[in-house]
């Protein structure tokens, strides 16, 4: 049974962090392992709430780590990126409701998709050169 992925990860979608790129790749992991699991027709509650459930745990973690290294990094404009992150997290309660009560998975997933690659491509990347050069002089 063949199914290609749900998204590609590719070179410009990585920051150049090593842990970063690592979770985010893990993110999109999830998400794929997901959509591979879920077939045309089938509407399935419980996957709902795995996949809700899952992904919030995981979005957390990384969340927390990326928060740590911005603060460290002395990012200027961290509350405005941690700000972003909290409404990701109201955002995604809203979405998870909605694909719960219409035994709809793909709404979630396509919900995620889009929001994580826009976040990586628009948001991350903007860190992304303050961060390299913190872990440049760390290595020093
Ligand atoms: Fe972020």
């Not at 999109?28 to 992904?55: G, H, W």
């Not at 997933?109 to 002089?137: G, S, T």
Request: net charge negative; with cysteine; aromatic share 10%.
């Amino acid at each position: 049974m063949y199914r290609p992925l749900f998204i590609k990860w590719q070179d410009k979608n990585n920051t150049g962090i090593e842990i970063i790129d690592e979770q985010h790749r893990g993110i999109v992991s999830i998400i794929n392992s997901f959509y591979f699991l879920i077939e045309k027709s089938v509407n399935d509650k419980a996957l709902c709430i795995s996949i809700s459930e899952t992904i919030k745990k995981y979005s957390h973690i990384h969340f927390l780590s990326e928060e740590r290294l911005l603060k460290a990094a002395k990012y200027p404009d961290i509350e405005k990126h941690i700000a972003i992150h909290r409404s990701l997290t109201k955002e995604t309660e809203r979405i998870e409701h909605a694909a719960i009560n219409d035994n709809d998975p793909m709404l979630l997933l396509q919900f995620m998709k889009k929001w994580w690659l826009e976040h990586i491509n628009d948001q991350d990347m903007l860190y992304a050169p303050c961060l390299r050069e913190y872990e440049k002089n760390a290595d020093d």
